[in-house]
């Protein structure tokens, strides 16, 4: 019979939770940026009556699991970190997953970061009902929880922290920060990161940069000033030199020479 310590499935779980989480960031990634199609072009025409199709949808599925998908999910990830989820749905993973996706859709969305938790912790309770109720069902369902947050939101770090906080999981920092991590690097191959790439939609548009100011068509003629002599006294010295002259000149119009007899 298979170990089933952290050790061991940590390597599953970060296969699984990291291409779930990739999956689910590009979704929503492409909803939001990339998304085309008769559907789109009716969102953007009729958001209300998008809106309320959605609002709908989400009803039905919630129907379909008693209400376990509604809101952030707290209440079924709380019951199956303490063992008493015994009615809760294998498919509860999928359902809440698109529970998440449909209410982004419908650009009202309850948040990402809390839902991630849940739709984890219903990954892994799905893998426990695949896998035969294994001895380690509770670790199976914190480390999944870890890797398909830092998957869905690529943020390893705080990913792992965030869970062995909600569970006192000290002991099991090392698996968790394994599965973490992995699972991230895993989602990188799917999409971007999630938060960087939404926020850029609110980010000014590039402005081009100014061109450089044309260059005179001539140059202006080159002075015939001295190198070195500064322009204003060139000038004097020009001036002073033609002083003498037009005085002269003007000495002599003033008092002509007397006639010859």
Request: with cysteine; proline share 10%; aromatic share 10%.
């Amino acid at each position: 019979k298979r170990d089933w310590s952290s050790d061991v499935c940590s390597s599953d779980l970060s296969l699984a939770s990291g291409v779930a989480g990739g999956l689910f960031a590009r979704m929503l990634i492409k909803a939001t940026l990339g998304w085309t199609g008769p559907i789109a072009d009716f969102r953007k025409r009729r958001p209300l009556i998008f809106a309320g199709l959605c609002g709908l949808l989400i009803a039905a599925m919630g129907s379909l699991t008693a209400g376990a998908i509604f809101g952030t999910g707290y209440e079924p990830t709380r019951a199956l970190l303490e063992g008493d989820a015994s009615d809760l749905p294998w498919y509860f993973f999928f359902f809440k997953l698109a529970a998440t996706f449909v209410s982004f859709l419908s650009g009202l969305p309850g948040g990402i970061f809390a839902p991630s938790l849940s739709i984890g912790a219903g990954l892994g309770h799905a893998l426990t009902h695949l896998l035969g109720n294994p001895e380690h069902a509770g670790m199976l369902l914190v480390l999944a929880m870890a890797g398909f947050l830092a998957a869905a939101t690529q943020a390893p770090i705080t990913s792992f922290i965030i869970v062995m906080e909600m569970v006192d999981g000290y002991s099991k920092v090392i698996a968790l920060m394994a599965v973490a991590l992995f699972a991230s690097w895993i989602s990188r191959l799917f999409c971007p990161p999630l938060y960087m790439t939404l926020a850029r939609r609110y980010l000014p548009p590039a402005q081009p940069a100014p061109l450089p100011e044309p260059l005179p068509a001539s140059l202006p003629e080159a002075s015939e000033t001295p190198a070195g002599a500064p322009a204003s006294a060139s000038a004097s010295a020009s001036a002073s030199a033609s002083a003498p002259a037009t005085a002269d000149r003007d000495a002599a119009s003033a008092n002509p020479p007397p006639a010859k007899p």
